[in-house]
């Protein structure tokens, strides 16, 4: 999987395990967060009453097509506790690379770059390759407000019929 900002230059690949990050992020906009829930105004609603109260739910219902909204519970599962008192996060600039083990530091506090050179640059190849096919953007980039994911469920979806 692939991220290229090619506005900014910052870019990563995720390749197994792995994920290499490159080029400068706006450390303005990256801070670490940990558990904070950021840019969530007010308290996120009810996955389980989100889906119970959807259209696809009231549909299957309507036929005798129920979900059962038990197994919804499993996302709690998914939380992932991170120790936001890591004092070395990783930033890379134009002349380093930040590589993490996404399954043993999926909050991303270790940087492996210097311990696996051969993956970095192999890595770095396949996103070098993908980076050749990146169509670059028109400048400026609007950011319509009406977007933001508070206005649609906590979630990035379409605003724009």
């Known amino acids: 999987m692939f991220e290229i900002d090619d506005y900014t230059g910052y870019a990563s690949i995720t390749y197994g395990d792995y994920k290499l990050i490159t080029g400068k992020p706006d450390e ?5 967060l940990g558990g ?29 097509r129920t979900i059962d909204t038990n197994f919804l519970t499993l ?20 002349n380093t690379v930040c590589l993490f083990n ?36 028109i400048l400026p980039t609007v950011i319509d407000p009406m977007s933001a994911p508070s206005l649609h469920n906590f979630t990035w979806d379409t605003w724009i019929d």
């Open 28 to 32: 303005n906009h990256s801070g670490y």
């Open 36 to 64: 904070d829930l950021r840019g969530v105004i007010d308290s996120p609603p009810s996955y389980v009453d989100a889906i119970a109260n959807s259209k696809v739910y009231g549909a299957l219902h309507s036929i005798g």
């Open 75 to 94: 996302r709690n599962k998914t939380i992932i506790n991170c120790d936001v008192s890591a004092t070395s996060i990783c930033y890379p600039s134009n």
């Open 102 to 137: 996404i399954i043993e530091d999926p909050c991303e506090t270790t940087d492996l770059s210097g311990t696996y050179p051969e993956l970095v640059a192999s890595m770095q190849s396949l996103l070098d390759v993908e980076m050749t096919k990146m169509i670059p953007r």
